[in-house]
């Protein structure tokens, strides 16, 4: 079974520019996540979807920050534009929606934001 | 105000020494979870408790969720060094949290030496 895929792996981009983050999630979860992790600030949630849609969005830090379900099997998130303090690992994670709210992980996108 | 707090953030000991970690919070939640993350990876799960008092063991790791389902510990004995890396608990299912969400702590880095 394919877990969740992230791409790209690293992005090194200039300031100003725009990036864009994608994942898959694990066939047949209902439930995709977008988190930020840093040093400083740990894991912390952006955005989450049910069944593509958006549920709640109050992590997403600013205007820049966008993100997209367009279906069941892909997901991305953008930064527009792109800023020095946006630099960080970037998860995606899936799950399929129950009590137990097990959660599945990405191998993460390394965002540097020269 | 972090939900959960995760205590020691730093643990650094022998290979073979015990050690536990602890995950606080004055919130109830429907489930518990914890995952390990090495660098350069994302987070894997290893073990949800759901019910109050549970405890599940995985090999030398030992995981109870408290009886008011507020707090958990992870406890590993005879440490070794494949042990090493970021522990993190997350909590579901939490007042005022919405549905399928997670919130997690921050983590307690762990390092054994050989």
């Known amino acids: 079974d394919a877990g969740v895929i992230q791409s790209p792996r690293h992005e090194v981009t200039e300031m100003g520019q725009e990036v864009t983050l994608r994942c898959k999630p694990i066939?047949?979860?209902?439930?995709l996540f977008w988190y930020r992790q840093t040093m400083m600030r740990g894991l912390e949630l952006l955005i989450y979807?049910?069944?593509?849609?958006?549920?709640?969005d109050s992590g997403m830090p600013e205007d820049r920050f966008s993100a997209k379900m367009p279906n069941a099997s892909f997901s991305t998130l953008k930064i527009q534009p792109s800023e020095p303090r946006d630099s960080a690992v970037y998860f995606c994670?899936?799950?399929?929606?129950?009590?137990?709210?097990?959660?599945?992980f990405g191998p993460g996108t390394r965002l540097t934001v020269t | 105000t972090q939900l959960l707090e995760q205590s020691p953030q730093f643990l650094s000991i022998q290979e073979g020494e015990n050690l536990t970690v602890y995950c606080n919070s004055s919130?109830?939640?429907?489930?518990l979870q914890w995952y390990r993350q090495e660098p350069g990876e994302g987070p894997v799960l290893l073990v949800t408790?759901?019910?109050?008092?549970e405890v599940k063991k995985l090999k030398r790791l030992t995981f109870q969720f408290g009886d008011a389902r507020k707090d958990s510990s992870l406890h590993i004995t005879a440490a070794q060094p494949g042990d090493t890396g970021l522990y993190l608990c997350?909590?579901?299912?939490?007042?005022?949290?919405?549905?399928?969400?997670?919130?997690f702590g921050k983590g307690t880095k762990l390092s054994v030496k050989p």
């Open positions: 997350a909590g579901g299912g939490y007042y005022g949290g919405s549905q399928g969400n997670l919130i």
């Open positions: 408790v759901v019910t109050g008092g």
């Open positions: 979807f049910n069944n593509n849609v958006p549920i709640d």
């Open positions: 919130s109830v939640f429907s489930s």
């Open positions: 994670a899936s799950s399929f929606g129950g009590f137990s709210y097990e959660q599945y």
């Open positions: 066939s047949g979860h209902d439930y």
